[in-house]
């Protein structure tokens, strides 16, 4: 039982780049969440779902994209990447209970 | 949104000490955890927490639904408590998880 898995662990991103963050579930929950976290700082809220098909905007959407497709994968899109976009990204699962993945920490250089 | 405040902001306890963090939220929530984010990142769940008291060895916990606040206790401080601390909340009536802005918690020994 994996719970909440994230990849990458680590990633070094190009000006301009474009990559995908995974998150995916085994605990079967319709609400899934990102995160991000600068350094020194709280979680902020990108993105989140409650279920296929449905995504919501949250506090600091701009320059991310999403999809839900499945109940068990929730992957998060960036673009055009900028150094603003440095950070540590968190997904977290929970329709009560929220639970946390590992964290991907994000470099843009 | 909703607003959570936690305090103190910072908290610098010698091992064996108590202490209290706070949290303050402006609106009925349906769910409160409590998460310590220890020196390597990782978000680990305390507490779910939307009202009553619960137990877990030193760390225990109250909210306060009707008040809109909920306590952290720590007793007998060890320095693997140090980390930040973190309240986050979710409204009745929305689907988003908010955090406030963490205590950070330093325990000497």
């Known amino acids: ?109 | 949104g909703i607003q959570v405040e936690q305090s103190p902001p910072d908290l610098i306890l010698q091992e064996g000490a108590n202490s209290t963090l706070r949290c303050n939220f402006s609106d009925s929530v349906n769910n409160l955890q409590w998460f310590h984010q220890n020196p390597w990142g990782q978000l680990i769940n305390l507490f779910y927490i939307p009202s009553g008291t619960k137990q877990n060895g030193r760390l225990s916990a109250t909210t306060v639904a009707t008040e809109r606040y909920s306590l952290l206790y720590i007793s007998s401080s060890q320095t693997t408590d140090s980390g930040v601390y973190f309240c986050a909340v979710r409204l009745y009536y929305d689907y988003k998880l908010s955090f406030g802005a963490g205590t950070t918690v330093t325990v000497r020994a």
């Not at chain 1, 994996?2 to 190009?14: N, Y």
């Not at chain 1, 949250?58 to 440095?86: H, I, K, M």
Request: hydrophobic share 35%; aromatic share 12%.
């Open chain 1, 1 to 109: 039982n994996a719970g909440v898995t994230q990849t990458p662990k680590f990633r070094i991103l190009k000006i301009g780049q474009s990559m995908t963050l995974q998150c995916t579930q085994d605990m079967n929950h319709n609400y899934m969440y990102w995160y991000r976290q600068d350094p020194g700082m709280g979680l902020k809220l990108i993105y989140y779902s409650v279920g296929a098909g449905i995504t919501d905007k949250g506090e600091v959407p701009n320059g991310y994209n999403v999809s839900r497709s499945t109940t068990e994968d929730f992957p998060l899109r960036l673009e055009l990447a900028a150094p603003s976009q440095t950070s540590v990204y968190f997904c977290a699962v929970g329709d009560s209970e929220a639970f946390f993945g590992q964290g991907t920490r994000l470099t843009v250089v």
